[in-house]
DNA sequence: GTAACTGCAAAATATTTGCATCCTT
DNA sequence: AAGGATGCAAATATTTTGCAGTTAC
């Protein structure tokens, strides 16, 4: 368990400290969504601010965690469920939020269709958010 | 056109004053989606700051627009189905925002494909938003 | 030992709130 | 005239940056 937290930033050429350690492991327990906020009191105080920032903004990089969209301002960070070759990940799954309940879904299967763009445009990402209501609560 | 915009703030028991009218002509022009920042921007400095966030507040509770959650940390306002409609039917294409100008372009010819959602799950509304450069700064 | 990472301080941004004044109705 | 909306100032909150000290390898 341990070693699979250690072994994920090996692979992605990153240190084994502490912080990155804890940090990957509050994603995998939790299973979901963390924002960056969650992880600042879950870690209980342990770590600065700026040093949680500069880490999930290291792991998006590295295409370990990504982010998703909310409704409110907030972003969220989620574990990769495929490994990504580093520094290029395409977060290319469709996101539900819920206007009911406010949760925000990984539909890790359902894939961003490639849209055609004009000539002269050139894309860099892709959003796709469905809004409405999620299963819980219909 | 100005009646249009005047009926809708009517409509929604809100008095009509310069800002709420000037934000809504920005957004029947843009015809997608915009950012604070941008409609920061394109009033010329002429609204507070702060008249801004609530105006934009007021139109989101009163149903007149609605965010588009993005992954990056920006929230996009842009009309509801409902109430772009009139001229356009701004409904089911793909709006792309320039990273380097920032402007929002309607794709009216690139269509949203329907997504398939899992069972439970109830779409309201999809969002499609294609960032990168645009056709003038390539 | 060296390069990378962290923590602290502080700067830069973004958002919210209180209140006096002005505008719409 | 009355209630709501705006603008200003200031309080909060969020994110970024610089740098010195520490740690992983």
Redesign the pocket.
Known sequence: MQNRI?DL??KN????????KKILELFQNAGGAL???DIEKMSGE??????????L??FVEKGIIHTIPTVD???LYALCKDECSAGHHHDNHVHFICDDCGTTYCLDHVLIPKVELPLGFTEKQTDLVVSGTCKNCN
């Open positions: 250690a930033l090996k050429q990153l240190s084994i400290t502490d912080s990155r924002a960056h906020s342990h770590f600065d601010r700026v040093t949680i920032y500069r880490t903004q290291t301002n907030s972003v």
